[in-house]
């Protein structure tokens, strides 16, 4: 069974900054993609950002430059940086993941594994 957890999230004024984790277990990394994903009530749930098998990093344009995503294979592990929030970066944020190799797609379709969330808030 593949579970996912986030922790990180909190409240932070604009500006600031947040890392958020996802620990896997059930299954090693190596062969899997791994994204987190954000949704605010009553809005589709959008992907934030990936990171395939073979390192690529896929980031959506209105994080792109301010977050960084990156995951440890060996402690099952993925990670959002997320510098300079701005209030619509509000949301709950989902960790997500596939097995495949080469997975850059931040369509919701494409993930078949979530986690429960962890909120982020941001206020100006």
């Known amino acids: 069974q593949v579970q996912l957890v986030e922790s990180g999230g909190g409240s932070v004024q604009a500006g600031g900054s947040l890392k958020l984790s996802c620990v896997a277990s059930g299954y090693t990394g190596i062969r899997y993609c791994m994204a987190w994903f954000r949704q605010v009530p009553g809005k589709e749930r959008e992907g934030v950002a990936a990171?395939?098998?073979?390192?690529?990093?896929t980031y959506a344009d209105s994080v792109k430059g301010r977050f960084t995503i990156s995951k440890d294979n060996a402690k099952n592990s993925l990670y959002l940086e997320m510098n300079s929030l701005k209030p619509e970066d509000t949301a709950m944020y989902y960790c997500a993941a596939v097995r495949g190799l080469w997975c850059r797609s931040l369509d919701i379709n494409s993930w078949n594994y979530w986690g429960q969330g962890t909120q982020v808030t941001v206020s100006s």
């Open positions: 990171v395939d098998n073979i390192g690529t990093r």
